[in-house]
């Protein structure tokens, strides 16, 4: 005869029947609920693989067939716990990738801060440098503001007049004195004849020093708009024998040709003789 037996029943007889000397007793009192677990069902399916071989070497030795078929119960365990194993993969796989992209950015997060931290150096540094822009500009500032009330107030001069601050100049004897008064009085009265007249007495002083150049630049700015002063004939002579002196006689010509539109019918013999003298020097036309 042939014995179909599912591991469910032989586990339910062996633990639903106990026998004690030849009787049965059946076992009323109701079991706990089991846990399942991995290692449960790890001890579940060994027992039953047991009980398996058990019956087979029975069976083999009484001539007896056995068929056994898996426990549905246990099958659908064995998924849910396939299942489980899946989704424990895919968490450790998602929790892998999370804590890559955390590693990346936090190191990107320290690049941040480095470059923050350079970003606030550098506003930190321009900072300072505007504000020292800042402080130079309000000094300047302040020095315009000084220069134009001293403008306003008008020129600091030795007697408060040009003709008088000119004469106090011309009487001082030592040159550098002398050319430091002159100074004055063409800074502090420059749009006046005193003003203009104590610009080429400085030339006068530079060209006694040996400075013939200088001594032309000087002449030349105290003719600026050819003035009909006493003396801008006089001075028109002098700029073209510096002129001649410093190897520019094309300047020096010029400057005579001045001399004889606008300032010879006026002049004094001598002058005119010093006129034709330096005409001749400088191979003037």
Request: glycine share 6%; net charge neutral; hydrophobic share 40%.
């Amino acid at each position: 005869m042939k014995s179909l037996l599912t591991a469910r029943n032989i586990t339910l007889a062996a633990v639903g029947l106990t026998l004690i000397g030849g009787a049965v007793v059946a076992q009323t009192q109701p079991l706990p609920a089991i846990q399942w677990d991995v290692r449960r069902l790890d001890n579940l399916d060994r027992n039953v693989r047991r009980l398996e071989r058990a019956l087979l070497q029975r069976n083999n030795q009484v001539g007896e067939p056995m068929l056994v078929e898996s426990d549905p119960e246990l099958i659908a365990l064995q998924g849910r716990v396939q299942q489980m194993d899946r989704r424990l993969q895919d968490m450790e796989a998602t929790v892998q990738r999370v804590n890559g992209d955390l590693e990346r950015l936090t190191f990107q997060l320290d690049e941040s801060d480095r470059d923050n931290a350079a970003l606030r150096q550098r506003l930190t540094d321009a900072d300072g440098r505007i504000q020292r822009m800042e402080r130079a500009a309000a000094e300047q500032q302040r020095a315009a503001e000084a220069a134009a009330e001293e403008a306003a107030r008008g020129p600091r001069s030795p007697t408060g007049n040009a003709v008088s601050d000119l004469a106090a100049a011309r009487a001082l004897t030592e040159p550098a004195a002398q050319r430091a008064a002159l100074e004055a009085v063409a800074n502090n009265w420059p749009d006046t004849p005193s003003g203009k007249e104590a610009v080429w007495r400085v030339g006068d002083i530079i060209r006694a020093g040996g400075d013939q150049a200088g001594a032309v630049q000087q002449y030349a700015t105290a003719l600026s708009g050819w003035p009909t002063l006493p003396w801008a004939g006089e001075v028109t002579l002098k700029l073209a024998r510096g002129l001649n002196a410093t190897n520019r006689n094309p300047q020096a010509c010029a400057a005579l040709g001045e001399y004889a539109r606008r300032y010879e019918a006026t002049s004094t013999p001598a002058l005119r003789a010093i006129a034709a003298e330096t005409r001749t020097r400088a191979a003037c036309r």
